[in-house]
């Protein structure tokens, strides 16, 4: 068939649709918008989704919006492919560098409207991907689609409008609405969000904090669906709520609703029948628009799919993936013929395609009146009472000491908070003397709030280090400003895997959130009868402490004090009281806190699903938010304690690092128990690896291999002169040793040319002196002669030079 035919039945059915029962055109006009790049890919999926526009009837012009460099152009084939809108590639951003091809679409979307004359006729867009077959017309006023409510198909993975990540980026999380794929709105509305789409796209890029998949959906964590995000988060801003439908749109493979017809599939996802399948990203270099009469594996027949699947709603579903196969296929024979091609060889597949029941399966799909199935208000609301709108301001801290021990850990507690999506600031509070802080180079690890150091303690003399923590809290709280409502204290010996909030963890005022530490048994004995007033509100806790602000003010005192109470009760220091085998007074500092808060009646929520000890076996499904790598753990022959680790300067030696845990694959296949544990293990090993290096990377150290980090040690055996491999700080001082060596060294060369010199002229002196002694003498050559030449070559004393 023609394309100029098809194009004029085409324009009837536009003209049929819009027509009034009076035969008057309706006053609306309809544009729709798809999105693609320069690429072979998407050009075969623009064959698809314009012949499936042509069959469908949907009315009004399309436009393809095509994101192209313009070295991309000289070689690009594809402009006949589509009614065509030019607009500038952002796949490689051009602030920011960062390549995220994904952002075209609303950087399309917003040229068109500032540069297109189309934009300026049009009351109703519909915007579309590339990856679709459009079945039937779809119309925005009848899909219940007004101004200031558009349409758009359900993306219900989209679970960061239910979480922090909306509360980060808009100021109307309750507007957010998990939507996408198919969108019809009225231009007005399109003008007011197109250029919101695009800046929270880009915000939402930058924000790798956040990337994670429990805040994104994102399975992969790499912010690839920032642009729907972007969208989304974009509409919040503008006011725009959704008129949201989760049957018109269909993924081939799915079921759909009975009933229902689908006006759309997206092939995004692989699909398969039988043992048929289609993966479009198998297809991502592939030229079949210009390969003449290639077209893609043909799917089974429609009689076979009958046979093979005797649900009747598993069937349809079948069916529609058969549908959308072959309408690709059938697009490709129609552009190889306006490509110039050769007519294919009759195949059956080939005359299926021309078929009568082919025709009839692919009949635009028509929308019943009253049939679009609107969903009511998803958005979720807060998880407790006490966070309505807005989430409140959270604050980290941990508390170390200025030695290496507390940096490295100090480098991997940074690394995974930065990773872990955990909002808010943090600070370190770094507990030194004035001696130590004279020679500290660790201040850029953290931001840092500097506390005096209590680890000798100013009054009684006793040395306990522990007593730092709650003593830098105090001081913290006195010596700062500060706007957050929670605060969240963790141990600097902690990797973060997720974000630790009051909101999700149901922390509120009055009563704070912590994991439980049951070798505390101090709580149900006497210990806790002598140390406070509210024995029965002693909990059994530490390790991660969320609590709100104005609790912490009143309790951080408390905490000190008893910590130093505790600490001071030697009497009491035994197992059978404290659960302390060491019996040392060592976690004098867990019960001051849990006899602190007992004082003040705080009893906590215990959440054993928060922190995990590496080497434990996991609760099953529990999704652990922190590791705390406080105790000795193994997998095989690998083992790890932080404690081995306390003399040793990983942080100042460039590359310095652990040993390197077991490679997954070979932890136990059986024993799933001991298969998460070790995985666990594994994990928290490879993140304090990957800390150090990235660490290292930081401080640019020189890559490993290169001159500067293999200055060989070498042994000079002329007078004992050496130069040693040094890094680090050590380098100047290395280096300046180098230089005096090799002018040591310079100066020994001398003095052995010297002596080679001089005992070069003293052979010839000897050498003449010999041949003048032989012609004084004649030729005589009797035995006598022989003993005369032996006395003189022996007093000239030659012969002893060794």
């Not at 709603?313 to 529609?320: D, E, H, T, V, Y």
């Not at 001051?592 to 080497?615: C, D, Q, T, V």
Request: charged share 25%; with cysteine; hydrophobic share 35%.
């Amino acid at each position: 068939m023609r394309w100029d035919l098809i194009t004029a039945i085409v324009a009837a059915l536009v003209v049929s649709v819009l027509a009034d029962e009076s035969g008057q055109m309706a006053p609306y006009r309809i544009h729709t918008l798809f999105s693609v790049e320069c690429q072979n890919y998407f050009d075969w999926q623009t064959v698809g989704l314009m012949h499936s526009f042509l069959k469908s009837g949907q009315p009004g012009p399309i436009t393809r919006l095509l994101s192209c460099t313009d070295d991309q152009k000289k070689t690009y084939r594809g402009m006949n492919l589509a009614p065509t809108f030019e607009v500038p590639s952002w796949s490689r951003h051009p602030k920011t560098g960062d390549w995220y091809p994904a952002i075209n679409k609303p950087v399309g979307v917003l040229y068109w409207l500032q540069h297109s004359e189309e934009a300026k006729h049009v009351d109703w867009v519909v915007i579309l991907d590339a990856d679709m077959i459009i079945r039937g017309p779809i119309i925005p006023w009848e899909l219940g689609a007004e101004r200031g409510r558009p349409f758009a198909a359900h993306y219900g993975y989209l679970v960061g409008c239910d979480n922090l990540l909306v509360r980060l980026h808009t100021k109307h999380p309750e507007l957010c609405d998990k939507v996408g794929g198919l969108l019809a709105m009225h231009i007005d509305d399109l003008r007011v969000l197109a250029p919101l789409w695009l800046s929270k796209t880009e915000d939402v890029r930058q924000d790798t904090a956040h990337w994670t998949t429990n805040l994104t959906g994102d399975i992969y964590g790499k912010g690839w669906i920032s642009e729907m995000y972007g969208y989304s988060f974009g509409a919040a801003e503008a006011g725009l709520k959704h008129k949201i439908n989760d049957d018109l749109m269909i993924y081939p493979g799915y079921v759909p609703r009975e009933g229902v017809e689908p006006v759309l599939m997206h092939y995004g996802l692989p699909f398969s029948i039988g043992n048929w399948s289609f993966t479009k990203l198998d297809h991502h270099e592939d030229n079949i628009v210009y390969d003449c009469n290639r077209l893609f594996p043909e799917p089974p027949y429609p009689r076979e799919v009958k046979i093979m699947e005797p649900d009747p709603s598993k069937r349809r579903g079948l069916i529609l993936s058969l549908e959308c196969m072959n309408t690709l296929n059938e697009g490709l024979i129609l552009r190889h013929a306006e490509n110039g091609c050769p007519k294919p060889k009759w195949t059956k597949y080939l005359s299926f395609l021309k078929s009568k029941t082919f025709m009839e399966l692919t009949r635009p799909k028509l929308l019943a009146p009253g049939s679009v199935h609107i969903l009511p208000d998803q958005h979720e609301p807060p998880p407790i009472d006490e966070f309505k709108g807005t989430y409140p301001k959270i604050h980290t801290l941990f508390s170390t000491e200025c030695t290496t021990y507390f940096d490295w850990q100090t480098v991997g507690f940074m690394h995974s908070f930065r990773q872990s999506g955990q909002p808010g600031n943090i600070t370190r509070l770094l507990s030194c003397t004035d001696e130590a802080l004279k020679n500290y180079k660790g201040h850029d690890l953290a931001p840092t709030h500097y506390v005096p150091s209590m680890s000798r303690h100013p009054l009684t003399g006793d040395w306990y280090p522990a007593i730092n923590k709650p003593a830098a809290v105090v001081h913290w709280l006195h010596h700062t400003n500060i706007d957050a409502e929670y605060v969240v204290i963790l141990d600097a010996d902690m990797i973060l895997r997720g974000p630790i909030t009051p909101w999700e963890f149901k922390a509120a005022r009055g009563r704070p959130v912590s994991t439980p530490y049951d070798y505390l048994i101090g709580c149900d004995n006497d210990l806790a009868r002598l140390h406070t007033r509210n024995p029965e509100a002693c909990d059994k806790v530490g390790g991660v402490i969320i609590m709100h602000i104005e609790d912490l003010r009143k309790f951080a005192m408390y905490w000190l004090l008893k910590t130093q109470e505790v600490r001071a009760d030697k009497e009491h220091y035994g197992k059978e009281l404290t659960g302390d085998i060491y019996e040392s007074g060592w976690i004098s500092e867990m019960y001051g806190y849990s006899f602190g808060a007992a004082e003040l009646n705080l009893r906590h929520s215990i959440n054993k699903e928060i922190m995990i000890y590496p080497g434990y076996v996991p609760e099953p499904g529990a999704d652990y938010r922190v590791f705390h790598y406080g105790l000795e753990f193994k997998v095989g022959n690998w083992s790890f304690d932080k404690a081995n680790w306390r003399n040793t300067d990983l942080i100042n030696k460039c590359w310095a690092k652990f040993p390197d845990p077991p490679n997954p694959s070979t932890v136990h296949q059986t024993d799933n128990d001991l298969r998460q544990r070790d995985l666990l293990s594994i994990e928290c090993g490879q993140k304090l690896n990957e800390a150090l290096f990235l660490h290292h990377k930081r401080r640019n150290c020189p890559e490993p291999g290169s001159e500067s980090t293999e200055k060989i040690s070498v042994s000079r055996k002329v007078g004992n002169i050496e130069t040693k491999q040094t890094q680090g700080s050590d380098e100047t001082k290395e280096s300046s040793g180098s230089s005096e060596s090799e002018g040591r060294f310079s100066t020994l060369k001398l003095w052995v040319i010297a002596l080679w010199l001089i005992s070069g002229v003293g052979f010839l002196v000897v050498m003449l002196l010999v041949f003048s002694t032989r012609r004084g003498r004649g030729t005589t050559r009797g035995k006598g002669y022989r003993n005369k030449r032996r006395t003189s070559y022996s007093n000239t004393g030659f012969l002893d030079t060794k």
